[in-house]
């Protein structure tokens, strides 16, 4: 059951509404764990889905790019529904009506707003890029006035938003119980390789990302 009300009609769950979440621990966590959101819009009377990077900021999502970007223009102008989702496990059912997936999903609905101070935004930037990899931001060549006016931030609240989340395991019909097969799930986890150096690089060993 949904650990709180939907904070709005579009966020209602209709389908499967007892994987619902609307609680905003629940949807904060998914955001941080998700390096990928996608921003769906419409522009010039077609629908768009593209794929970009973001990071939270307390009751924020932010999202960042070019001032000349198509993505951010329409943005401003309009709404928006974001999405972001993680597989966790595959989930081995006796029949193939019953396979699954572990997961944890968001949407977010509402307008984005402009930041366009420039400490804010400066100070923005340095949380996505130490989100990362802790500390970063200040061995790295500082941004120049320039790149910092050339660059568009941008900020959505949480405030209407719904998590879906699956996280348990087979759940068969009895009567396929004794099928002689395995079932069962399969996690699916994130690691980091080995890190390549550029060949005109400082040698020196690179901090560790943030493993989400």
């Known amino acids: 059951m949904s650990s709180t009300a939907a904070p709005s009609a579009r966020t209602r769950l209709h389908r499967l509404p007892d994987r619902g979440h609307h609680d905003f621990a629940t949807i904060a966590?998914?955001?941080?764990?998700?390096?990928?959101?996608?921003?769906?819009?419409?522009?010039?009377?077609?629908?768009?889905a593209i794929p970009t990077s973001h990071w939270r900021e307390e009751g924020h999502l932010y999202i960042h790019g070019a001032k000349a970007s198509r993505l951010l223009k329409a943005l401003c102008e309009g709404e928006a529904c974001i999405t972001?989702?993680?597989?966790?496990?595959?989930?081995?059912?006796?029949?193939?009506?019953?396979?699954s997936m572990n997961y944890r999903s968001v949407v977010i609905y509402g307008r984005f707003e402009e930041i366009v101070d420039p400490e804010h935004k400066r100070h923005s930037l340095?949380?996505?890029?130490?989100?990362?990899?802790?500390?970063?931001?200040?061995t790295l060549r500082p941004i120049h006035d320039k790149e910092l006016n050339a660059?568009?931030?941008?900020?959505?609240?949480?405030d209407e938003?719904?998590?879906k989340v699956r996280a348990w395991g087979v759940k068969d019909d009895e009567e396929d119980l004794?099928?002689?097969?395995?079932?069962?799930?399969?996690p699916l986890q994130t690691h980091f390789g080995p890190a390549l150096a550029e060949v005109d690089s400082v040698v020196?060993?690179?901090?560790?990302?943030?493993?989400?």
Do not use: E, Y
């Open 178 to 186: 004794d099928w002689p097969v395995w079932a069962g799930v399969i």
């Open 126 to 138: 340095q949380r996505f890029i130490d989100g990362i990899v802790p500390g970063r931001w200040d």
């Open 161 to 163: 938003a719904s998590a």
């Open 29 to 48: 966590a998914i955001v941080d764990a998700c390096h990928i959101c996608t921003v769906a819009f419409q522009w010039n009377g077609s629908v768009h």
């Open 84 to 99: 972001l989702a993680r597989v966790d496990g595959l989930v081995l059912a006796r029949s193939a009506m019953h396979h």
């Open 204 to 212: 020196q060993t690179p901090a560790t990302p943030v493993l989400k």
């Open 151 to 158: 660059t568009r931030l941008l900020r959505i609240a949480l």
